[in-house]
């Protein structure tokens, strides 16, 4: 099984640019990645400026401001959206929208805000996202209405991530939120759902679905997809061909148990196969991490295990050691990267689509 070979641009460096401001959230949710390793350090919001400038100068022009933590938390947040929009990029936001001050202001100069929701009540909003005190699902949804109804040209899309709890009411959830929205704020102003697969860390297993789940979804998803409404307003259709290759690539992995992934920084063959978790999409991105390492594809499975940089064929060096110019050689000189599916600490790449020929 191989890889999809994507065409290398003219230039020979991607053009998609993935930044993570800082990793910290006012979220704790259960099925998060996220949380346990964290960076002491952060760039400046005077650094991040700068890197915008020189990455537009190299032909970037689409800008994901998201990563591992919630972005409108960075002390400079506003003035990075600015600096951003004022050179020319295309800026898609991932937020909780939580900082709501923060983030209504930005909305002119978005071109899509992606807010993580998976909740249609407060029960649910405290078990799935376990917030930080003050916080509550009325507090969420008067954002989200507040971004929705605001007089700007950003796409608002909803960020759904399926797991072993929640995926028989996954087909329910967009119907349900459309009609809060409308009941509540009296909003009829389309947004698009999205569902996701959870990311499969050490700390979440418990909530990966098993075969047999993933059997349920797969016939669930076969009766959803003629439904108009979800063929409209969701990305039903390709989610259910990733669960179908899901299907097929978790029947490789095997039963999942507490040892599948130990969570171990010297545990060495679950590193170097972390390290290999590379595809043809690095060809067309890079991200940088707050604290200024540069990837050549976004695969939290790296920052998981804390590979280190002398194993991991995708890192390209920090900003604060190496000009950007000198990173961006480095990563035309990398192979692409055919992992062994065979092997058990193996897991599919979710992040960019399950990307496989």
């Known amino acids: 099984m191989g890889w999809i070979m994507k065409k290398k641009t003219d230039q020979g460096f991607p053009k998609q640019l993935l930044i993570s401001l800082n990793n910290t959230c006012q979220y704790r949710c259960e099925f998060c990645a996220y949380g346990r390793k964290k960076h ?55 937020s909780n929208i939580q900082a709501k001050r923060a983030i209504i202001p930005v909305l002119p100069r978005l071109a899509e805000l992606t807010i993580n929701m998976n909740a249609l009540d407060e029960g649910q909003f405290q078990g799935i996202h376990r917030p930080a005190k003050r916080l509550s699902f009325d507090r969420a949804l008067s954002c989200l209405a507040a971004c929705v109804s605001a007089k700007a040209q950003a796409r608002v899309n909803i960020s759904y991530v399926v797991h072993k709890k929640n995926f028989y009411q996954a087909p329910e959830f967009p119907r349900g939120l459309f009609d809060i929205l409308r009941d509540r704020f009296s909003i ?9 697969h959870m990311l499969i860390v050490p700390w979440n297993y418990a909530l990966c679905p098993d075969q047999k789940d993933l059997k349920k979804m797969v016939q669930i998803l076969e009766l959803a997809r003629g439904n108009v409404f979800l063929r409209t307003f969701t ?31 010297n545990f060495l063959v679950a590193k170097k196969l ?27 499975t790296r920052m998981i295990y804390g590979l280190p940089a002398r194993e991991d064929q995708m890192y390209y060096g920090n900003v604060l050691k190496a000009s950007f110019d000198e990173l961006l050689d480095r990563q035309k000189d990398k192979a692409l990267f055919r992992p062994d599916l065979t092997q058990r600490f193996w897991k599919p790449c979710i992040i960019c689509g399950l990307k496989t020929a």
Not at 49 to 70: C, N, S
Not at 189 to 196: L, M, S, T
Not at 237 to 264: H, V
Request: glycine letters at 12%; aromatic letters at 12%.
């Open 40 to 94: 002491s350090k952060t760039l400046s919001s005077l650094k991040w400026k700068g890197l915008l400038k020189e990455a537009y100068t190299h032909g970037y022009r689409d800008l994901e401001i998201g990563g591992q933590g919630e972005p409108a938390l960075f002390k400079g947040f506003s003035g990075i959206v600015t600096c951003a929009h004022g050179l020319g990029f295309r800026i898609k936001l991932l």
């Open 188 to 196: 009829r102003k389309p947004i698009v759902i999205n569902y996701h």
């Open 235 to 265: 990305n039903i259709e390709d989610f259910f061909e990733q669960t179908k290759r899901l299907l097929r690539f978790r029947a490789l992995i095997g039963p999942l148990t507490q040892n599948s992934f130990p969570d171990n920084g």
């Open 274 to 300: 972390s390290g290999r978790l590379g595809c043809s999409a690095h060809q067309d991105m890079t991200f940088i991490d707050c604290n200024g390492d540069v990837f050549g594809c976004y695969n939290p």
